[in-house]
């Protein structure tokens, strides 16, 4: 079984007929003792060419005892001087095969991304016919009798959503060069000119991020009506593709009236890898095109496999176990040499013709127009999955390898179809007021991964940028945290572990210029982030078993691109907005077709199951869509939603229109009808009209009108509380897990009711592996209450097994402490004189070392260390004996008596002493570590001997003393000498407090 347990695959989805005590045994010890392949993950970035071997070695064996697992290798240019060693050169495949086989020793597995940068797939190697392309139009007006002969204009390319500053001068020139003819079209100018809203979107020349708040989650059809006068007769449109020779001249007059001729042609987009090293920078490859990706993937992970010695079909030799597409920051591409041919294949009809729709122009009327758009960017869509995710993944699985995608930003498909391509779809969040929110991205994973029946959600975690300046600690990100577990991640992979390239007295060292929190060793607190990573993989292992319980599904309208967004009222609070009491999930259409019915729930083929189905309110649904929701509506579903009126495509138009119709007609009856109808259909029931159609945002009706429902059919809240708790729920075959923690930094004592009735109710604890039953609790039908006390940001794991069989006390009990020892006085206290502070200093009383008149104490980051000697009344109880210091500025590593006894990041601030506490003369060794911030202020007042005008310092370069007397050196410059001083230091009180048990 431990082989299974290490893969971080449930066991009762692996055996399902297990018995219950056997499965609750696996659970508790897979809890205790996570398996590897839980732990986090990190974001390891290499900067252009700062490499060597010795710094991959110390990254990686501090990973490893630090508790990290895996991570994501990926190399680019951001706000450092270039190193020596050339991107793909023959030393740095030799440093990289070095990587693998040290990762290999160490038991850390590496996600290789599959293009140098972030973006995703290209370099210097991709030519401009290979490259991700637009199909661009120059215009002509002619006139029957015109005599000058007519001369088409070849049409400039679209400038690069991130501006010409992108592109080198070589790639501008190359992109420049680059032009095909695609076709000739004419057609008489018509009298008015009127465009389709927002075309140069909905054609797909551009696709802003949605992460910047201005872009549409979805493309919505123009509502207004175009004047006819505005408009191009599709049957008055010509090809005179042929009339036009290779110098551009038109051979062609009309007959009479005023035309327009349009010469499209294909150019490349302006995507670039980015932000790629300098020997990485190109073309990002062509999406619609195998040849092109394959060609790429050869030149860049091909090289690097055949260095390592990976063969296809060979089992992987190194710690190379995933490839890896990131968040989609390529933009979109409307064309390629083959586009119009598969457009034709796949929607059954010639494109030809409507091209001018790609410059705006409407084309029989505006319905049509935008129906022809909607079809080529479902066309789009397909090629990209077909010809470009589709075959990276099937290159990585020749390699015995997976492929994890962040299926969202700018991304030009729907994320939710995108990231279900993956073996494992992953999310990103940033850090809460330091850059983005994308949060968004947190809701799609996991839906994704939960309607797919894949167990690991991982995401690119803490992301910050700019004014971040290694303020993050684990107790700063707890909250946050436990937010990212219940809203569906279970794995973490922190951005960013910079790769530290400068000698170790060169602290912090190296950074990705102003962006990423600072997750790797140069911290000053690093040497304690492995309690930190214990409680990580804990909560990771635990929320990987089984499946996420949620009642409500939403579906997601057809086409692209689309952003799943659910309904604000789903969610409490904003930027990290906490489920409600039902929790809910997003599906698209092509995964609702792989669903069927079982006891009215709505059940995958990967176990995920939910009692109502919500329809997006759209007057558009295919007939083949609308299919499916009728044949689980008959099955018995409870689906939520209102009539479509017809297709949103030209495929079969009009007869698909009259095929919508005449599905909504059977199923709902009334086409509008007002009030609220709840409608048995076969054997489930349709509910619409009335509330259903009061929106929540753009979509989806209020949650309050979807959990009515609910309740009304007999389903009760999966979880409430009477105070700020957040809550996720997983379910096995024999046991139910909760994931509850403290919204507030606060204690709070709450009364809780669960959705669930197996067994007595235990209670883990993921920072200490300490597991106690609940002694009180009460089981009413269902639903299981019992009170629950947390500290300040506190977390715990509620879990109920049907081995538990005890019964509960009378009447709820309040744990209460009681203070014996007052320690918050003399205290000897030494700091490292190499960053400043004083070799021994007397504390009388515990105090903040930012206020100390001592500079070297009051500018002073690193590690301190607290001692001093008491003695302890061996008459009073011996166990259940805590150590609790109050408030800590940031970590502390308590050793009573030269046993380590743990760590302290987060409340409660406390540990169990009862182990090594004696009577007399007891050692008390607390080391404290703090943040990077005030010593690098306190540097801001000395002399600035670092990087100048871009270029490394001579001192630096030469290997000669350094010149100057800073204490620090670090490649991003984020303080200065007036600076707020950071709270530092153990500030306790420091007590010995007795806990009832």
Same mark, same amino acid.
């Given at each position: 079984?431990?082989?299974?347990?290490?893969?971080? @695959?449930?066991?009762?989805?692996?055996?399902?007929?297990?018995?219950?005590?056997?499965?609750?045994?696996?659970?508790?010890?897979?809890?205790?003792?996570?398996?590897?392949?839980?732990?986090?993950?990190?974001? %390891?970035?290499?900067?252009?060419?700062?490499?060597?071997?010795?710094?991959?070695?110390?990254?990686?064996?501090?990973?490893?005892?630090?508790?990290?697992?895996?991570?994501?290798?990926?190399?680019?240019?951001?706000?450092?001087?270039?190193?020596?060693?050339?991107?793909?050169?023959?030393?740095?495949?030799?440093?990289?095969?070095?990587?693998?086989?040290?990762?290999?020793?160490?038991?850390?597995?590496?996600?290789?991304?599959?293009?140098?940068?972030?973006?995703?797939?290209?370099?210097?190697?991709?030519?401009?016919?290979?490259?991700?392309?637009?199909?661009?139009?120059?215009?002509?007006?002619?006139?029957?009798?015109?005599?000058?002969?007519?001369?088409?204009?070849?049409?400039?390319?679209?400038?690069?959503?991130?501006?010409?500053?992108?592109?080198?001068?070589?790639?501008?020139?190359?992109?420049?060069? *680059?032009?095909? =003819?695609?076709?000739?079209?004419?057609?008489?100018?018509?009298?008015?000119?009127?465009?389709?809203?927002?075309?140069?979107?909905?054609?797909?020349?551009?696709?802003?991020?949605?992460?910047?708040?201005?872009?549409?989650?979805?493309?919505?059809?123009?509502?207004?009506?175009?004047?006819?006068?505005?408009?191009?007769?599709?049957?008055?449109?010509?090809?005179?593709?042929?009339?036009?020779?290779?110098?551009? !001249?038109?051979?062609?007059?009309?007959?009479?009236?005023?035309?327009?001729?349009?010469?499209?042609?294909?150019?490349?987009?302006?995507?670039?890898?980015?932000?790629?090293?300098?020997?990485?920078?190109?073309?990002?490859?062509?999406?619609?095109?195998?040849?092109?990706?394959?060609?790429?993937?050869?030149?860049?992970?091909?090289?690097?496999?055949?260095?390592?010695?990976?063969?296809?079909?060979?089992?992987?030799?190194?710690?190379?176990?995933?490839?890896?597409?990131?968040?989609?920051?390529?933009?979109?591409? #409307?064309?390629?040499?083959?586009?119009?041919?598969?457009?034709?294949?796949?929607?059954?009809?010639?494109?030809?013709?409507?091209?001018?729709?790609?410059?705006?122009?409407?084309?029989? #009327?505006?319905?049509?127009?935008?129906?022809?758009? %909607?079809?080529?960017?479902?066309?789009?869509?397909?090629?990209?999955?077909?010809?470009?995710?589709?075959?990276?993944?099937?290159?990585?699985?020749?390699? #015995?390898?997976?492929?994890?995608?962040?299926?969202?930003?700018?991304?030009?498909?729907?994320?939710?179809?995108?990231?279900?391509?993956?073996?494992?779809?992953?999310?990103?969040?940033?850090?809460?007021?330091?850059?983005?929110?994308?949060?968004?991205?947190? @809701?799609?994973?996991?839906?994704?991964?939960?309607?797919?029946?894949?167990?690991?959600?991982?995401?690119?975690?803490?992301?910050?940028?700019?004014?971040?300046?290694?303020?993050?600690?684990?107790?700063?990100?707890?909250?946050?945290?436990?937010?990212? *577990?219940?809203?569906?991640?279970?794995?973490?992979?922190?951005?960013?572990?910079?790769?530290?390239?400068? &000698?170790?007295?060169? /602290?912090?060292?190296?950074?990705?210029? &102003?962006?990423?929190?600072?997750?790797?060793?140069?911290?000053?607190?690093?040497?304690?982030?492995?309690?930190?990573?214990?409680?990580?993989?804990?909560?990771?292992?635990?929320?990987?078993?089984?499946?996420?319980?949620? =009642?409500?599904?939403?579906?997601?309208?057809?086409?692209?691109?689309?952003? *799943?967004?659910?309904?604000?009222?789903?969610?409490?609070?904003?930027?990290?907005?906490?489920?409600?009491?039902?929790?809910?999930?997003?599906?698209?259409?092509?995964?609702?077709?792989?669903? /069927?019915?079982? #006891?009215?729930?709505?059940?995958?083929?990967?176990?995920?199951?939910?009692?109502?189905?919500?329809?997006?309110?759209?007057?558009?649904?295919?007939?083949?869509?609308?299919?499916?929701?009728?044949?689980?509506? /008959?099955?018995?579903?409870?689906?939520?939603?209102?009539?479509?009126?017809?297709?949103?495509?030209?495929?079969?138009?009009?007869?698909?229109?009259?095929?919508?119709?005449?599905?909504?007609?059977?199923?709902?009856?009334?086409?509008?009808?007002?009030?609220?109808?709840?409608?048995?259909?076969?054997?489930?029931? @349709?509910?619409?009209?009335?509330?259903?159609?009061?929106?929540?945002?753009?979509?989806?009706?209020?949650?309050?009108?979807?959990?009515?429902?609910?309740?009304?059919?007999?389903?009760?809240?999966?979880?409430?509380?009477?105070?700020?708790?957040?809550?996720?729920? !997983?379910?096995?075959?024999?046991?139910?897990?909760?994931?509850?923690?403290?919204?507030?930094? /606060?204690?709070?004592?709450?009364?809780?009711?669960? !959705?669930?009735?197996?067994?007595?109710?235990?209670? %883990?604890?993921?920072?200490?592996?300490?597991?106690?039953?609940?002694?009180?609790?009460?089981?009413?039908?269902?639903?299981?209450?019992?009170?629950?006390?947390?500290?300040?940001?506190?977390?715990?794991?509620?879990?109920?097994?049907?081995?538990?069989?005890?019964?509960?006390?009378?009447?709820?009990?309040?744990?209460?402490?009681?203070?014996?020892?007052?320690?918050?006085?003399?205290?000897?206290?030494?700091?490292?004189?190499? %960053?400043?502070?004083?070799?021994?200093?007397?504390?009388?009383?515990?105090?903040?070392?930012?206020?100390?008149?001592?500079?070297?104490?009051?500018?002073?980051?690193?590690?301190?260390?607290?001692?001093?000697?008491?003695?302890?009344?061996?008459?009073?109880?011996?166990?259940?004996?805590?150590?609790?210091?109050?408030?800590?500025?940031?970590?502390?590593?308590?050793?009573?008596?030269?046993?380590?006894?743990?760590?302290?990041?987060?409340?409660?601030?406390?540990? =169990?002493?009862?182990?090594?506490?004696?009577?007399?003369?007891?050692?008390?060794?607390?080391?404290?570590?703090?943040?990077?911030?005030?010593?690098?202020?306190?540097?801001?007042?000395?002399?600035?001997?670092?990087?100048?005008?871009?270029?490394?310092?001579?001192?630096?370069?030469?290997?000669?003393?350094?010149?100057?007397?800073?204490?620090?050196?670090?490649?991003?410059?984020?303080?200065?000498?007036?600076?707020?001083?950071?709270?530092?230091?153990?500030?306790?009180?420091?007590?010995?407090?007795?806990?009832?048990?």
């Amino acid at each position: 079984m431990k082989c299974l347990a290490s893969l971080c @695959i449930p066991l009762f989805l692996l055996f399902p007929c297990l018995p219950a005590s056997t499965q609750s045994n696996n659970l508790k010890a897979g809890f205790l003792r996570p398996p590897a392949n839980c732990r986090p993950g990190v974001y %390891w970035y290499f900067m252009d060419g700062n490499m060597n071997a010795e710094s991959i070695t110390r990254d990686l064996e501090s990973m490893k005892t630090a508790g990290i697992g895996q991570v994501v290798f990926l190399e680019v240019n951001v706000g450092i001087p270039r190193g020596n060693v050339t991107f793909l050169s023959d030393e740095w495949l030799h440093l990289f095969s070095h990587l693998v086989k040290e990762a290999t020793r160490l038991g850390i597995s590496v996600t290789l991304g599959i293009g140098p940068g972030w973006t995703g797939s290209g370099g210097p190697w991709v030519t401009a016919n290979r490259s991700m392309q637009t199909l661009v139009a120059s215009e002509t007006v002619i006139q029957a009798n015109d005599a000058a002969p007519v001369v088409l204009p070849v049409p400039p390319p679209e400038k690069p959503f991130f501006g010409e500053g992108t592109l080198t001068d070589e790639l501008r020139d190359k992109r420049n060069a *680059f032009y095909e =003819d695609v076709a000739v079209l004419a057609f008489p100018a018509p009298e008015k000119q009127e465009k389709i809203a927002s075309w140069p979107e909905k054609a797909f020349y551009y696709r802003a991020p949605y992460t910047s708040s201005i872009v549409k989650p979805f493309l919505t059809e123009a509502t207004t009506v175009v004047d006819p006068a505005a408009t191009i007769p599709r049957r008055e449109v010509l090809d005179l593709t042929e009339k036009m020779d290779k110098q551009g !001249r038109l051979h062609w007059r009309p007959q009479s009236g005023k035309w327009i001729v349009m010469r499209f042609g294909s150019r490349n987009n302006g995507a670039v890898t980015r932000p790629a090293p300098i020997p990485g920078l190109g073309f990002e490859c062509d999406k619609f095109d195998t040849t092109a990706l394959k060609d790429h993937l050869n030149a860049y992970v091909g090289r690097i496999f055949e260095k390592v010695g990976m063969k296809p079909g060979k089992q992987s030799p190194g710690g190379i176990t995933f490839l890896h597409m990131d968040s989609w920051e390529m933009g979109s591409q #409307n064309w390629s040499q083959h586009f119009r041919k598969e457009f034709s294949r796949r929607r059954g009809y010639d494109p030809l013709k409507y091209f001018p729709a790609y410059r705006g122009y409407v084309v029989d #009327n505006a319905q049509v127009s935008e129906r022809f758009l %909607w079809d080529m960017r479902l066309t789009t869509q397909e090629l990209i999955f077909e010809y470009h995710v589709k075959f990276v993944k099937e290159y990585a699985k020749k390699y #015995n390898l997976k492929l994890s995608i962040e299926p969202y930003d700018m991304n030009p498909t729907s994320d939710l179809e995108l990231g279900r391509l993956a073996d494992v779809p992953m999310a990103e969040f940033w850090s809460l007021h330091r850059g983005f929110n994308s949060s968004f991205s947190v @809701i799609e994973a996991s839906s994704i991964a939960h309607v797919e029946g894949k167990p690991q959600v991982p995401a690119e975690a803490f992301t910050a940028q700019d004014n971040e300046g290694w303020q993050q600690h684990p107790a700063s990100m707890k909250n946050q945290g436990d937010w990212a *577990f219940a809203a569906g991640v279970n794995r973490f992979v922190y951005h960013t572990f910079q790769n530290q390239f400068l &000698p170790d007295s060169l /602290k912090p060292g190296a950074t990705m210029g &102003p962006y990423g929190i600072h997750w790797d060793r140069s911290q000053t607190w690093w040497p304690m982030a492995g309690s930190y990573h214990q409680y990580v993989t804990r909560c990771s292992y635990l929320l990987q078993q089984g499946r996420t319980v949620a =009642d409500i599904l939403y579906l997601a309208p057809e086409g692209c691109p689309h952003v *799943f967004v659910p309904p604000s009222s789903a969610i409490r609070g904003d930027t990290i907005g906490d489920r409600r009491e039902y929790n809910f999930d997003g599906c698209t259409a092509s995964q609702l077709a792989r669903a /069927k019915v079982v #006891n009215k729930k709505i059940v995958f083929p990967g176990g995920a199951t939910y009692r109502v189905l919500v329809l997006p309110a759209s007057e558009t649904m295919t007939p083949e869509l609308l299919s499916v929701v009728e044949r689980l509506l /008959k099955a018995g579903a409870m689906v939520i939603g209102n009539p479509p009126s017809r297709s949103p495509s030209l495929v079969n138009y009009p007869a698909c229109d009259k095929e919508v119709v005449a599905a909504a007609k059977r199923i709902w009856a009334v086409a509008d009808d007002p009030s609220l109808s709840i409608r048995p259909y076969g054997k489930g029931t @349709i509910i619409s009209g009335g509330n259903t159609k009061e929106l929540d945002g753009q979509l989806y009706p209020f949650y309050e009108t979807v959990t009515a429902m609910l309740k009304r059919y007999g389903a009760p809240a999966d979880f409430e509380a009477d105070g700020p708790v957040r809550y996720t729920h !997983r379910t096995g075959g024999h046991w139910d897990v909760y994931f509850v923690s403290n919204t507030t930094d /606060k204690p709070v004592n709450v009364q809780c009711r669960f !959705r669930t009735t197996k067994g007595a109710p235990e209670r %883990w604890d993921a920072i200490n592996g300490k597991i106690s039953r609940v002694k009180y609790f009460e089981q009413e039908g269902p639903v299981t209450s019992l009170p629950l006390q947390l500290d300040a940001f506190e977390s715990c794991f509620i879990v109920f097994d049907e081995n538990n069989r005890w019964a509960s006390i009378s009447a709820p009990v309040e744990k209460k402490s009681l203070q014996v020892m007052d320690l918050s006085t003399e205290w000897k206290v030494a700091f490292d004189k190499k %960053w400043g502070g004083p070799e021994m200093a007397d504390f009388s009383r515990l105090q903040d070392w930012s206020r100390s008149p001592d500079s070297g104490i009051r500018y002073y980051s690193g590690i301190a260390v607290y001692t001093k000697t008491f003695d302890y009344n061996a008459s009073m109880k011996q166990s259940g004996i805590y150590l609790d210091l109050g408030k800590v500025r940031n970590l502390a590593r308590i050793t009573l008596n030269g046993k380590e006894l743990g760590t302290v990041w987060t409340a409660p601030w406390r540990i =169990d002493i009862s182990s090594a506490l004696k009577q007399k003369n007891n050692v008390l060794k607390i080391e404290v570590a703090n943040l990077w911030a005030n010593r690098l202020i306190g540097d801001e007042r000395r002399t600035d001997d670092g990087i100048k005008n871009g270029a490394w310092p001579q001192w630096l370069i030469n290997g000669t003393p350094r010149p100057g007397n800073r204490y620090t050196f670090t490649t991003s410059r984020q303080y200065n000498a007036n600076s707020r001083l950071f709270e530092s230091g153990l500030l306790g009180p420091v007590t010995i407090t007795i806990e009832d048990e």
